[in-house]
T-cell receptor
Framework: DQQVKQNSPSLSVQEGRISILNCDYT??????FLWYKKYPAEGPTFLIS?????DKNEDGRFTVFLNKSAKHLSLHIVPSQPGDSAVYFC??????????FGAGTILRVKS | NAGVTQTPKFQVLKTGQSMTLQCAQD?????MSWYRQDPGMGLRLIHY???????DQGEVPNGYNVSRSTTEDFPLRLLSAAPSQTSVYFC?????????????FGPGTRLTVL
């Protein structure tokens, strides 16, 4: 039972354009959502987060949008850069600090 | 600050062998956790700890033991390795309750069980 789903295994975007990564969840008890970025042979690194009481959070080139009624969140990267090429994981928190992760989306930014 | 460190980086075991994956953090974080990453499945929580002396099971705890005798260290023990435990293991730490819940991850241990 996958509570957090990233339905696109991969995404390819031209440098300078917008990258949109999507995430759907099923558990309405999730109260906090996070995006992590992972390069090969490294651990995931935190990118941006959003509380369930908000619908948008922005940090530089990265914006996360949350649609609670649709149980959907998305990460927008504008403009995309080649260094953004990585695996992006969506994660959701329900109890204490426990996180539930999606399967990840591979982003390739072409120069 | 070294952040979260893990040893070893790579390990090959035979079925039935036991071993301990080491994890340490120098950020004085109360919360520590172990995840495994398998293709197409994201990261799944194995065990976690909210402070020294306190541990609990996550989503996939079978075949693994943990202990937390100090704030800094959170080792993961494989009792009798099985091929199904071939995976990449990540340790993570964070402040507990509040402060954004963001967890800091170590570089991972790639384990192969033959």
């Amino acid at each position: 039972d996958q509570q957090v789903k990233q339905n696109s295994p991969s995404l390819s975007v031209q440098e300078g354009r917008i990258s949109i990564l999507n995430c759907d969840y099923t558990n309405s008890m999730f109260d906090y959502f996070l995006w992590y970025k992972k390069y090969p042979a490294e651990g995931p690194t935190f990118l941006i987060s959003i509380s369930s009481i908000k619908d948008k959070n922005e940090d530089g080139r990265f914006t996360v949008f949350l649609n609670k009624s649709a149980k959907h969140l998305s990460l927008h990267i504008v403009p995309s850069q080649p260094g953004d090429s990585a695996v992006y994981f969506c994660a959701a928190k329900k109890d204490e600090n426990k996180l539930v992760f999606g399967a990840g989306t591979i982003l390739r930014v072409k120069s | 600050n070294a952040g979260v460190t893990q040893t070893p980086k790579f390990q090959v075991l035979k079925t039935g062998q036991s071993m301990t994956l080491q994890c340490a953090q120098d950020m004085n974080h109360e919360y520590m956790s172990w995840y495994r990453q398998d293709p197409g499945m994201g990261l799944r929580l194995i065990h976690y700890s909210v402070g020294a002396g306190i541990t609990d099971q996550g989503e996939v705890p079978n075949g693994y033991n943990v202990s937390r005798s100090t704030t800094e260290d959170f080792p993961l023990r494989l009792l009798s390795a099985a091929p199904s435990q071939t995976s990449v293991y990540f340790c993570a730490s964070s402040l507990y309750r509040g402060a954004g819940y963001e967890q800091f991850f170590g570089p991972g241990t790639r384990l192969t069980v033959l």
